[in-house]
């Protein structure tokens, strides 16, 4: 039977079967409808056999052509606010698998994205531009690329390449097993740690160091002469006290007595007639060497005088116990959830 328009005043039944959801007898909903299935929507040749119960594909009514719709399926709240339940694919009781085959997925979300899952894996590259946050450990096999900053409570584990290009400002630990390489302001162990600040005697300029480890803040300079004096470098005058200042003198060639007649006005006067030609060693302490070397304490926080302007190079096992402590809650809270089920 073919008709133009068909007109239901209560309730559409395509198919066998009861569907006791839409209401029996008084409390029929009016307006609903039952399809047994499978059901096409859209164009017929896109699905040549049943693949699913709900098959849609593109719009090919001529009628309906101009203009076209753009949509494949859509979902809309216009008329009414919206609600986090407005979508909603597999419940608690009726969990369901998704696989989404796309070249591009675009999400503009206004307020909170939520993902709840014990495992999240991802193929490919992740491009990340604003600020994150990240609560337990985080395990990554393969490169990172992030524009943005990174806030994180927890333990994070990383296999593969990690590329930073820019400044990393870290509070706590960082400990590796491998060489760490970095590309901007942040050094690695091969070249100690340095220290850059503003040039003591030179105005607009900057003066960088990077320190031999010992019991003092000091620093060094060593070189080769064949003069009666030794000119230290200009800016030590604010720089180091110049009551620090030790000299060691070894003679080229010939043995001979090398001797520091006088240290003043930042030059070194070597005592004797002729020196020759000779090596030396000059180190010194600089003003605000407030270094103590030995304290009582079970950890850095514990020093008596301050850590501010000092980097530090924390127990190796720090970082691997803070993830074992993550990774050890997550699975007990699995286990609780099994138990519960």
Partial sequence: MKVPDLFVGRRLF?????????????????????????MIVGNPLTYPVAEANLMVARCVNVEA????????????????????????LGDPTGPVGIQVNS????????????????ITNGTGILNWI????????????GAKAQAGAEAR???????????????LLVTGAITSNVDVIARSNIL????????????????GWRLRHVCLEGPEIGVYKHGKCSGKII??????????????????LTPIGTPRQLSVENIENNKVYI???DPGEYFYLLHASRYDDDLIVEYEGNSHQDYPGGNQGYEFSFENDNMERIVKEVIREKLSQMENKNGNT
Wanted: glycine content about 12%; some cysteine; overall charge negative.
């Fill in 130 to 141: 604003g600020a994150k946050t990240l609560t337990g450990a985080e395990v990554l096999a």
């Fill in 103 to 118: 070249t591009i997925i675009s999400i503009l979300n206004q307020t909170v994205l939520n993902i709840v899952s014990p």
């Fill in 271 to 273: 005592g004797g007639d």
């Fill in 231 to 248: 000119d230290m470098p200009d800016y030590w005058s604010g720089l180091v006290r110049e009551e620090t200042i030790s000299v060691q």
């Fill in 153 to 167: 409570a927890g333990g994070k584990t990383l296999n593969g390449v990690t590329v930073i290009n820019g400044s």
């Fill in 65 to 88: 052509l101009t203009p076209p719709p753009l949509s494949i399926f859509k979902v809309s709240s216009r008329t009414l606010p919206p609600t986090p339940l407005d979508v909603m």
């Fill in 188 to 203: 690695s162990d091969k070249k100690s740690r340095p220290f850059d600040m503003k040039h003591p005697t030179k105005e």
């Fill in 14 to 38: 395509v198919g066998c079967g009861e569907p006791v959801g839409l209401g029996i007898g008084p409390t029929e909903i009016r307006g609903s409808a039952y399809i047994e299935g499978p």
